[in-house]
């Protein structure tokens, strides 16, 4: 397989998971975004401990997709995310019907 093979194979990848985002995140409350993944879900639980010097950020996720171009299944029932960088959640606005 040549690099030009692979970049196809990797743009035709990210490009189908593009898609995907579109047909789900009407389903999902929340957008969660850490360093390395995106996410989406209905349920996000926060909790900061400042025991270190740096804070650590722990987040569980009830019923979630995850913006992962090599996962077979995007879709997880429970998700624990730990972290000592930045999270940025976004609740999502409702569509009108």
Do not use: C
């Amino acid at each position: 397989m040549s690099t030009e093979d692979l970049e196809n194979f990797e743009s035709e990848r990210e490009l189908h998971l593009a898609q995907e985002y579109q047909d789900v995140v009407g389903m999902f409350r929340f957008a969660i975004e850490t360093e390395r993944r995106f996410y989406l879900a209905n349920e996000v639980d926060v909790k900061v401990s400042a025991d270190g010097v740096r804070p650590l950020v722990e987040l569980t996720m009830k019923d979630a997709w995850v913006w992962d171009m090599y996962r077979k299944s995007r879709f997880i029932p429970n998700v624990r995310v730990l972290s000592y960088k930045d999270v940025n959640i976004e609740e999502l606005p409702k569509e009108d019907l």
